[in-house]
């Protein structure tokens, strides 16, 4: 009887694993998939720990974020700016008056050119044609072309809408 066969014997005796599983000398691939089993176990215990962190850290964040905006209104936050309805309609100034207008009503700061366009960007107006992330829009005239519009061009109307005209 050679050693797999004792190995084997005195496991179905003792009701051990079969020594094609014992992790030892004589049967190193054994070895190699116990270790492979267990590097997936550890990776798995890992990555559950790293969600359960991230989702604690998430419910922790939107917990301070409820508590500070009880806590403080946040008009205080921001400087106010005012905002005055368009004298000419062009071809955007209706969507971005109405940007402006949701922005004053919940007591945000002033939006920026690129705030508008990220604001386009995920609730287009039929007005506009194309966005152009970090570069502005196109959009249609009151003759149905289309027309580009950048960033400066978005901020100097944003500025418009908001600063005191003088005649």
């Known amino acids: 009887m050679d050693l797999h066969e004792r190995?084997?014997?005195e496991s179905r005796k003792n009701k051990l694993f079969s020594a094609k599983e014992i992790p030892n000398i004589t049967n190193p691939v054994a070895g190699h998939d116990h270790q492979r089993r267990r590097n997936q176990q550890d990776a798995i215990e890992t990555a559950r720990q790293e969600e359960f962190?991230?989702?604690e850290a998430r419910d922790?964040?939107?917990a301070l974020?409820?508590?500070s905006s009880e806590a403080q209104p946040i008009e205080s936050n921001f400087p106010s700016w005012e905002l005055y309805k368009p004298l000419r309609d062009g071809s955007y100034t209706e969507p971005l008056y109405n940007v402006l207008s949701d922005a004053k009503n919940k007591g945000l700061p002033r939006p920026?050119?690129?705030d508008v366009v990220a604001i386009f960007g995920a609730n287009k107006p039929p007005e506009i044609a194309v966005i152009n992330p970090g570069?502005?829009?196109?959009?249609?005239t009151n003759e149905g072309n289309l027309k580009a519009v950048s960033l400066k061009a978005i901020q100097a109307a944003i500025v418009r809408m908001t600063t005191i005209r003088s005649r």
Do not use: P
Not at 135 to 140: M, R
């Open 7 to 9: 190995i084997e014997a």
């Open 53 to 55: 962190a991230r989702l």
């Open 135 to 140: 570069q502005g829009f196109n959009c249609y």
């Open 112 to 114: 920026t050119a690129r």
């Open 65 to 67: 974020k409820r508590d």
């Open 60 to 62: 922790e964040y939107e």
